[in-house]
């Protein structure tokens, strides 16, 4: 009777301990599902918009409310070189944005080089081990050892993170981070979530990205001939429609005779010379990767060195301005056999020039404002027809490689002292 | 033989703990909550909880082997090596011994900043008594401060 | 159904250090704290091999040894009965154990410097949890007590 009073008992025990498991897996489900089909809203969300700023809002925001993840943040690779750069971040005391990470660098860098995720519980025990040892190595004598100091964006007192690298194919658009200050804060099952949320947000950000870029290069397109767009998209250069300051070789240029000539003949014949000049000079301005920063019918306003640096801008400028004078020299044949009677005047000029976008909202230009525009625009209104005239400045430069005359001293408006001046006649023969 | 600055560290807040083997060269371990350095600084005494003795003790009396490794928070840490002598039952005048280094080692754990609700079961949490009092001789001594010179002999 | 059970995970994170106690051909014992002994799956762990040691030396002689490793949260802890297997220079383990090294010593200046030279990978025994050994949370009020 005792015996069977026992065994009763015993499985009663056994039902409710069963009974304990089943709910806890009913749990365990029920959090996987939930999980799941939120993480299926998220990427519906990100996936249906463009806006790159509003993709990692979501992401971030997402993974805070839904998931629990309060501390996060997405790196961006760097275009060209091998680093990243925080572009989001949720629930920091201060903002991180803009914090650059280098490859190899933390958690994050190391993830971003190996392109692998991590998963770390224990930052706080494995650097103080981490320091007792290097202790250990400079009291030994170590050399190289690096300084510590160089900061990374995170918690103040981290002691868990857990790095995904955002991949598409295998290409590294950057890493989603989540950090806690508590050890151990991550498992595999978070890393299972986050690997979900990082592929949607990875193909996501770079197709907003992308986007980006095309939208940058049909701006950029309206300002500068199609390579030099690409060129500057490419090169991740600063936005040159941002004001800046740059030196540059500015080159005016136009045709003496042209205002007579307009009053006197038909329009459409003035309009089919100017096309044909147009051609030429915009033709070989392209050639010498030059920009056009305006043109008023015969003049022409063109520098070196911006927005893209080269390294020899007034050797660009110089055979520019040659091959132009040659090549209307060519064309002035033809004219002169219609009775028109134009020839190119050019002025050169180098120095500091304050350069980005100007006008008004539906009409920009790319400009550039200085003493050296007014500089060359005044030589240039000295120059006889096939002059090339140039400042003292810029025959230093190409002294090498051209033959000048000079041309003495001239007063020009706007500037208080007379100013050197000096006429090109060619190249030296040894150029 | 044994240091100054070792019979210092024994003494808490070190965390410790000790090693023997069977014979069959499979080793065993135990926590060791407090120590003695005796005066001939050559002999110590270690205390260990009563739940962990059984294994340990038959070990020491196969072949009398113990390593003692003793760690301060900041990983500086050493290793003694040595022949077993004797055991016996914790006293009074143990237990006391063993609270003056249970509140040594909490403090040093508070001081390097670990919060209390870490530190206090970590270094209070663990049945210290009953227990036994294991006393051994001192043959080597090791530097095991993590890095390139740990295992570096002392005496 | 290997012998460590999800329950032992977070006494493998490295957030307490571990003690190992290898042993000599010679009998003698040798016991070292370790900073992480690494979960590989449910019958091996792993443990980093970053300057030669005596305990490397040990294992190397006589592959058993004991790992005893605490959870930071209930701060239970585990003997683990181990037995030395063979050791890494790549793969999946490596790459896992690599990775946090490399990370934390860029974060102290010792990018290049401290690496993992090896993953050496060990076979489980045996796992015994200890139960006799914790004085409850509600009773440690001060200094002593008793179990």
Redesign the interface.
Request: net charge positive.
């Given at each position: 009777m005792a015996e069977e009073k026992n065994t009763a008992v015993e499985v009663k025990q056994q039902i409710a301990e069963n009974q304990q498991i089943i709910d806890q897996l009913n749990r365990q489900l029920a959090r996987k599902n939930n999980e799941v089909r939120i993480i299926q809203q998220i990427s519906s969300e990100i996936t249906s918009t463009l806006d790159l700023d509003r993709i990692l809002e979501t992401i971030l925001n997402a993974m805070d409310r839904v998931l629990g993840f309060q501390h996060a943040m997405i790196l961006l690779k760097d275009k060209s070189a091998d680093k990243l750069t925080v572009a989001a971040g949720r629930g920091y005391e201060h903002t991180t944005i803009g914090a650059e990470v280098a490859f190899g660098h933390g958690v994050v860098g190391v993830v971003a080089e190996r392109k692998k995720m991590m998963r770390i519980g224990n930052i706080g025990a494995s650097v103080r081990y981490l320091m007792a040892v290097r202790a250990n190595l400079q009291e030994v004598g170590q050399q190289d050892l690096s300084n510590t100091t160089a900061k990374l964006p995170s918690l103040p007192n981290i002691q868990s993170q857990l790095a995904m690298p955002l991949l598409v194919k295998d290409r590294l658009i950057g890493v989603l981070v989540v950090e806690s200050a508590k050890p151990n804060a991550f498992d595999e099952l978070d890393e299972i979530l986050l690997t979900i949320v990082a592929n949607q947000a990875a193909t996501a950000i770079d197709n907003a990205r992308m986007y980006q870029m095309v939208e940058q290069l049909s701006r950029l397109k309206r300002f500068f001939s199609p390579q030099l767009a690409e060129l500057i998209l490419i090169g991740g250069t600063e936005d040159p429609l941002k004001t800046h300051r740059r030196e540059v070789t500015v080159v005016f240029l136009d045709l003496r005779g042209f205002t007579m000539f307009a009053e006197q003949v038909e329009p459409e014949e003035v309009m089919g010379v100017l096309r044909d000049y147009h051609a030429e000079m915009g033709r070989l301005i392209l050639e010498h990767e030059g920009t056009l920063e305006r043109f008023t019918g015969d003049g022409m306003m063109i520098f070196f060195n911006d927005p893209v640096v080269v390294p020899n801008p007034a050797e660009r400028a110089l055979r520019m301005a040659l091959a132009m004078r040659e090549r209307v020299q060519e064309l002035s044949k033809k004219w002169r056999k219609r009775g028109y009677d134009l020839a190119l005047g050019i002025g050169i000029a180098q120095g500091y020039a304050t350069i980005g976008a100007i006008g008004f909202e539906g009409r920009w230009d790319y400009g550039a404002i200085g003493t050296v525009t007014n500089l060359a625009a005044r030589l240039c209104g000295e120059a006889k027809g096939e002059q090339i005239l140039v400042s003292l400045r810029v025959a230093g430069e190409v002294e090498d490689l051209i033959e000048v005359e000079e041309v003495g001293l001239l007063t020009l408006k706007g500037f208080h002292k007379s100013i050197p001046a000096f006429n090109v006649l060619g190249m030296k023969s040894n150029a | 033989m044994i240091s100054d600055r070792v019979v210092e560290a024994i003494h808490g807040p070190a965390v410790m703990?000790?090693?023997?083997?069977n014979e069959?060269?499979?080793?065993?371990?135990t926590?060791v909550i407090g120590a003695i350095a005796h005066s001939d600084h050559e002999t110590i005494t270690f205390f260990i909880?009563e739940?962990?003795s059984e294994r340990i003790l038959s070990d020491l009396n196969n072949?009398g082997?113990?390593?003692?490794?003793v760690?301060l928070i900041?990983?500086?840490?050493y290793?003694l090596?040595g022949v077993y002598l004797s055991s016996r039952p914790t006293d009074a005048k143990d237990?006391a011994v063993q609270?003056v280094y249970?509140?040594k080692l909490?403090s040093a754990f508070l001081r390097a900043s670990y919060p209390e609700q870490?530190a206090?079961?970590?270094v209070?949490?663990?049945?210290?008594?009953?227990g036994i009092a294991i006393t051994f001789r001192a043959e080597e001594i090791?530097l095991?401060?993590?890095?390139?010179?740990?295992?570096k002999k002392m005496n | 159904m290997g012998i460590l059970s999800d329950e032992i995970k977070p006494a493998m994170q490295g957030v307490i250090p571990s003690h190992l106690v290898t042993c000599a051909l010679d009998g003698t014992p040798n016991a070292t704290v370790v900073s992480q002994v690494y979960y590989v799956d449910s019958n091996h762990v792993a443990l980093s091999y970053q300057f030669f040691s005596k305990t490397i030396k040990n294992i190397r002689e006589n592959p058993r040894a004991l790992a005893s490793v605490i959870n930071p949260e209930t701060f239970e802890s585990w003997d683990l009965e181990i037995e030395y297997d063979h050791s890494e220079t790549s793969g999946p383990v490596f790459d896992i154990m690599d990775m946090q090294i490399e990370a934390i010593a860029s974060m102290t200046g010792m990018k290049g410097i401290f690496k993992l030279r090896a993953a050496d990978i060990y076979r489980v025994i045996s796992a015994t949890k200890n139960v006799d050994e914790r004085i409850p949370l509600s009773e440690i009020g001060s200094v002593s007590g008793t179990a």
């Open positions: - | 703990f000790a090693g023997t083997r069959r060269l499979y080793p065993a371990q926590f909880p739940s962990r072949n082997r113990v390593a003692l490794a760690s900041t990983h500086e840490a290793q090596k237990q609270e249970r509140s909490l870490i206090k079961p970590l209070l949490g663990f049945a210290y008594q009953p090791f095991q401060t993590p890095g390139p010179e740990a295992g | -």
